[in-house]
C-alpha cells in the first residue's frame, strides 16, 4: 500500500524558514518524481514544485522560485522542501504527491498534509 | 499559465440524482495522440485528494462506477450517475500536459 506522511509543518514568523519532510512508502521510490501541492485555507490546489526520480531536475512555481528548494534522499525514501523567506501567502497545508509520469502530468497518490502557518 | 475553469462552482443534489460538473481548459488540452493528461480528485471534508479519474475517462481502483469521465479538447465533464452521501465534498479537475501543472478551483458537491 502506498503511504506519503508529511511531517514539519508549524507556525512560522514571516522571513523565517521551514523544512518539510513526506516519508514514502509501498512503491519503488527511486522510480518516480515527486511533486508538492499546497492548499490555502479555504483555497483550492496550487502545485509548488516538482523533482526528478534522480534529484537530478527541479521545478518551481513562480510564487516560490528563489525561495523554497526541493530535494529528496532516495536512500531515506524521504522527499523535502526547504522553505525560506515565507510570507503570509505561503500559510497553507502542503501535500506531498507521487507523480505517475513525468513532471507534473498526474498524481496518482497524496499524503495527508502539514499545515503551515505563517504569522506574527 | 494554463487556465482551468470548471463549473458549475456549487452544485446541490437529491440523493440518488445524477451530477455533471465541467471543466474548460483555456486552450485545446491534447498531450500527444495517447494522453490526454486530464484528471479528476474528489476531496472530501477534511481530507486530502483522491484521484478518481485520470487521462480523461480512466477510474482508478475503487471508485465506484457511478463516477465516469468524459470529453476532449476544451471541454471535459465528470458525471456521477446517482450521487450518494459519501459523495459530498469539492472536485477538481487538472491539466498535467501543459506546464506547470494547474487545477479547477473546485466544484463544491452538497446534498439538498
Known amino acids: 500500500e502506498v503511504q506519503l506522511v508529511e511531517s514539519g509543518g508549524g507556525l512560522v514568523q514571516p522571513g523565517g524558514s521551514l523544512r518539510l519532510s513526506c516519508a514514502a512508502s509501498g512503491f519503488t521510490f527511486t522510480s518516480y518524481a515527486m511533486s508538492w501541492v499546497r492548499q490555502a485555507p479555504g483555497k483550492g490546489l496550487e502545485w509548488v514544485s516538482s523533482?526528478?526520480?534522480?534529484?537530478?531536475?527541479?521545478y518551481y512555481a513562480d510564487s516560490v522560485q528563489g525561495r523554497f528548494t526541493i530535494s529528496r534522499d532516495n536512500s531515506r525514501n524521504t522527499l523535502y522542501v526547504q522553505m525560506n523567506s515565507l510570507r503570509a501567502e505561503d500559510t497553507a497545508i502542503y501535500y506531498c504527491?507521487?507523480?505517475?509520469?513525468?513532471?507534473?502530468?498526474?498524481?496518482?497518490?497524496w499524503g495527508q498534509g502539514t499545515l503551515v502557518t505563517v504569522s506574527s | 499559465d494554463f487556465a482551468m475553469t470548471q463549473s458549475p462552482l456549487s452544485l446541490p443534489v437529491t440523493l440518488g440524482q445524477p451530477a455533471s460538473i465541467s471543466c474548460r481548459p483555456g486552450?485545446?488540452?491534447?498531450?500527444?495522440?495517447?494522453?490526454?493528461?486530464l484528471t479528476w480528485f474528489q476531496q472530501r471534508p477534511g481530507q486530502s485528494p483522491r484521484r478518481l479519474i485520470y487521462?480523461?475517462?480512466n477510474r482508478d481502483s475503487g471508485v465506484p462506477d457511478r463516477f465516469s469521465g468524459s470529453g476532449s479538447g476544451t471541454d471535459f465533464t465528470l458525471n456521477i450517475s446517482r450521487v450518494e452521501a459519501e459523495d459530498v465534498g469539492v472536485y477538481y479537475c487538472?491539466?498535467?500536459?501543459?506546464?506547470?501543472?494547474?487545477f479547477g478551483q473546485g466544484t463544491r458537491v452538497e446534498i439538498k
Open positions: 523533482i526528478s526520480h534522480s534529484g537530478g531536475s527541479t
Open positions: 487521462k480523461v475517462s
Open positions: 487538472m491539466q498535467g500536459g501543459h506546464w506547470p501543472p494547474t
Open positions: 504527491a507521487k507523480e505517475v509520469a513525468g513532471f507534473g502530468t498526474d498524481f496518482d497518490y
Open positions: 486552450q485545446s488540452l491534447v498531450n500527444d495522440i495517447a494522453n490526454t493528461y
